[in-house]
C-alpha cells in the first residue's frame, strides 16, 4: 500500500493477511529486525511470549519510531496499533481486537532504491533472525496411514532440547577441528555449491561400536549448526514412493538422519550365530537368499529416494546414517558422492578420556592419568562407559574416587577382554576339531563305500566266472554226448 503525503511515501506491512487469518512473515521479519538490527534498534521494546522462539521475542513498542540508515538514505518505521472495528471471530487476530502494523516512511526520490533493495534487505535479515531465533525441532516419521488423518502429517515433532556439543563431545580433538570446518565451509557454501552446480547438500557416515557417541554426535552437529533434526526410521516405511514423499515434505536446515541403516535395511532381524550356521547351512541358504533379494530391493530404493532428493530441493540440508557395522554396508550407498564424509567414532582412548574428565569431574590433571592412558590404549571401552563409571553417584563421591574407579573398571575390562579371547579361541579350535573330525567321518565313509563297491563288483565277477565256466563244461558234456 503506498500513498503519497507530501514528499514522503509510506508504506504499511499489517500484522495479519487474508481478512485477518494469517500471519504475515513479513510483519515478522521486519519485526525481528527492527528489534534486533543494531543500525536500527528500538529503544522501547515489548517481550512476547512465543510458542514458536527458544528466547524472549523482543519487539519494538506500540506507537515507537526508529530511524534506519541504508545506502546513506535515512528511512523511518512506526509501529501502530488501532482498535478494530468489526470484532469479528477472528481466528489468528489478536484477541483484544487489536491490529498492529508497521509504516515504513522515506522521501520519495529514493522510491526506486527503498523498494527494489532495502525491503528486500530487511526482509532477508529479519528471516534470518527469527531461524536463528526459532526453537529447533525434532521431526519422527510417522505411519502412512496416519499422514491424512487429521492435522497429523507426514511428520510429526517436538522441541529439541538435546545438550550434546561439539565441546563435550570426546573423541580425538584434530578429528573433532576437521568435522567442525567441514560444517562451517558446509553451511556458508551457498554460493560456491551454487557455483559448480551442485546441491546444496552433504550426507555424512558415522560408524563405529555402540555407544561411541554417533548419536550424541548428531546433537552435537544440530546444535553446532542450529539445524531441526528429521529422525527417519526407516522400517516403518512401507515403499519407495513414500520415501521419497517423505523426504520431499523436510524443510532447508535440517539434517535427515537414518540410524542403524544396516539394521533397518536388515530383513532378517537378528543373525544366526556361528555355530548354528555350520549345522544347517544348507537348508539355510534358500532363505537367506531371498532376505538377500528383498535387503537389496529395499537398499535401492534407498539410493534412488536419495539421489532424487539431492536433486529435487535446493536448500542446506544434511543426510546422516549410523551404523555398527561399516563391512555390512553396500558400498554402493556409501560412495562418495552420496555420503561425502565417513568419519568413525571408536573406542574411549586418552585424548577422549580427558574430555570426559573435564566434563564430568572438572579435572585436567591427575596422579594416575599416566595409568589411565596405558589400559585406555591397550582396552577397548566405550565413551559411554568411561562416562558412566567417571559420574559421581553421590555427594560425597570426588573426582579421586571416580577417577580410581575407571582405573579398576578398566582393568576388569582388560581382565574380561583377555578371557573372551581365550574362549573363543578355544571355541574356535573346537569348532575346527568338529569340522576335521566330520570330515575324517565323511572320508571314512566314502572309503568304506567303496571298499564295499569294489568287494561287491569283485565278488559279482567272480560269480560270473564261475557261471561261465559251468556253462562252459556243460557245453562240452554235451558235445562228448555227440
Ligand atoms: N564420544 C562421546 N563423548 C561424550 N559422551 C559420549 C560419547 N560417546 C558416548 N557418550 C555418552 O554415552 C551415551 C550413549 O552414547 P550414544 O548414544 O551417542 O552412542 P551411539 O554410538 O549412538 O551408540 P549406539 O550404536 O548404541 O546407537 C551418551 O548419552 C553420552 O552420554
Ligand atoms: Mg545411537
Known amino acids: 500500500m503506498i500513498g503519497w503525503v507530501s514528499l514522503y511515501v509510506h508504506i504499511k506491512f499489517n500484522e495479519y493477511t487474508d481478512e485477518g487469518l494469517k500471519r504475515s512473515d513479513n510483519y515478522d521479519a521486519i519485526r525481528n529486525y527492527l528489534s534486533t538490527n543494531s543500525a536500527a534498534r528500538a529503544l522501547r521494546l515489548k517481550a512476547d511470549e512465543s510458542k514458536n522462539s527458544k528466547a524472549l521475542v523482543l519487539s519494538i513498542d506500540d506507537h515507537e519510531e526508529v530511524e534506519d540508515v541504508f545506502d546513506g538514505v535515512k528511512v523511518k518505521w512506526y509501529s501502530s496499533v488501532k482498535e478494530s472495528q468489526t470484532q469479528s471471530s477472528g481466528y489468528g487476530r489478536s484477541s483484544s481486537g487489536e491490529r498492529r502494523f508497521f509504516t515504513l516512511t522515506f522521501h520519495r526520490r529514493h522510491r526506486g532504491m527503498i523498494i527494489e533493495s532495502y525491503i528486500t534487505h530487511v526482509l532477508r535479515e529479519g528471516r534470518e533472525i527469527g531461524l536463528r531465533n526459532r526453537e529447533r525441532k525434532l521431526f519422527t516419521n510417522n505411519s502412512s496411514s496416519e499422514w491424512y488423518a487429521w492435522r497429523s502429517g507426514k511428520w510429526s515433532n517436538v522441541h529439541f532440547h538435546h545438550p550434546a556439543t561439539f565441546e563435550t563431545l570426546a573423541m580425538d580433538p584434530e578429528k573433532k577441528e576437521r568435522i567442525k570446518k567441514d560444517l562451517i565451509k558446509f553451511s556458508k557454501g551457498k554460493d560456491y555449491y551454487k557455483k559448480v552446480g551442485k546441491p546444496w547438500k552433504r550426507g555424512y557416515l558415522l560408524f563405529g561400536p555402540p555407544g561411541t557417541g554417533k548419536s550424541t554426535m548428531i546433537s552435537a552437529i544440530a546444535n553446532f549448526l542450529e539445524y531441526d533434526v528429521y529422525d527417519l526410521e526407516l522400517t516403518t516405511v512401507k515403499d519407495n514412493s513414500e520415501l521419497k514423499k517423505l523426504l520431499l515434505d523436510t524443510k532447508g536446515k535440517s539434517i535427515i538422519v537414518i540410524e542403524d541403516i544396516d539394521c533397518s535395511l536388515d530383513l532378517t532381524g537378528q543373525r544366526k550365530s556361528k555355530k548354528e550356521e555350520d549345522e544347517d547351512e544348507e537348508e539355510e541358504d534358500e532363505e537367506e537368499k531371498k532376505k538377500e533379494e528383498e535387503k537389496k530391493k529395499k537398499m535401492e530404493g534407498l539410493l534412488n529416494s536419495i539421489d532424487g532428493l539431492w536433486s529435487a530441493c535446493s536448500d542446506e540440508k544434511i543426510i546422516i546414517f549410523t551404523t555398527n557395522f561399516v563391512d555390512k554396508l553396500d558400498p554402493a ?41 596405558r589400559l585406555l590404549e591397550e582396552t577397548d571401552v566405550s565413551p559411554a562407559d568411561v562416562a558412566e563409571t567417571l559420574m559421581p553417584k553421590s555427594d560425597e563421591e570426588d573426582a579421586d574416587v571416580c577417577i580410581k574407579r575407571l582405573v579398576k573398571t578398566v582393568e576388569e575390562e582388560k581382565e574380561k577382554a583377555k578371557k573372551l579371547a581365550e574362549e573363543e579361541e578355544k571355541s574356535k579350535a573346537e569348532r575346527q576339531e568338529r569340522r576335521r573330525k566330520k570330515k575324517e567321518e565323511a572320508e571314512e565313509k566314502k572309503k568304506k563305500k ?9 565278488s559279482e565277477e567272480k560269480d560270473k566266472k564261475v557261471k561261465g565256466s559251468e556253462e562252459n563244461s556243460d557245453l562240452h558234456e554235451s558235445n562228448g554226448t555227440n
Open 333 to 373: 550407498l556409501i560412495r562418495r558422492g552420496r555420503m561425502d564424509n565417513h568419519i568413525e567414532m571408536s573406542y574411549c582412548r586418552f585424548e577422549a578420556f580427558k574430555v570426559l574428565a573435564k566434563n564430568y569431574l572438572e579435572i585436567e590433571t591427575h596422579e594416575l592419568y599416566g595409568e589411565i592412558e
Open 450 to 458: 567303496i571298499e564295499e563297491e569294489d568287494k561287491k563288483e569283485k
